[in-house]
């Protein structure tokens, strides 16, 4: 069964940083791309980064030159680190994982395994 655990929200002024941590297991790490989603109260879904086996990463245009996304494939655990966060970051993150190629058009796509998700709090 594949399961997605994330970790590291918490509450951050403007300005700061954060490192989501998004631990897997269950599945074929290398064959998957894992993805990093947000939702903020009333909102839609937002798609916010993502990042296939092979390296290969995609931003969305609110978190580009802001949010990292990086992997360690030994711990079959993808991060998420946000700098210069803002108060409009502020939401539900869920990590998810699909098999697909990471893409800007994959971040808009429903991803097959989800996590159940970590509050990010940014205030102003």
């Known amino acids: 069964e594949a399961q997605l655990v994330e970790s590291g929200g918490g509450l951050v002024q403007a300005g700061g940083s954060l490192r989501l941590s998004c631990e897997t297991s269950g599945f074929t790490f290398d064959d998957y791309a894992i993805g990093?989603?947000?939702q903020a109260p009333g909102k839609q879904r937002e798609g916010v980064s993502c990042i296939s086996s092979d390296g290969t990463t995609s931003y969305a245009d609110s978190v580009k030159g802001r949010f990292t996304i990086f992997s360690d494939n030994a711990k079959n655990t993808v991060y998420l680190q946000m700098n210069n966060l803002k108060p409009e970051d502020t939401a539900v993150y869920y990590c998810a994982a699909d098999s697909l190629v990471c893409s800007d058009?994959?971040?808009?796509l429903l991803f097959d395994y989800w996590g159940q998700?970590?509050?990010v709090t940014v205030s102003s």
């Open 36 to 38: 990093w989603f947000r």
């Open 105 to 108: 058009s994959a971040l808009s």
């Open 117 to 119: 998700g970590t509050q």
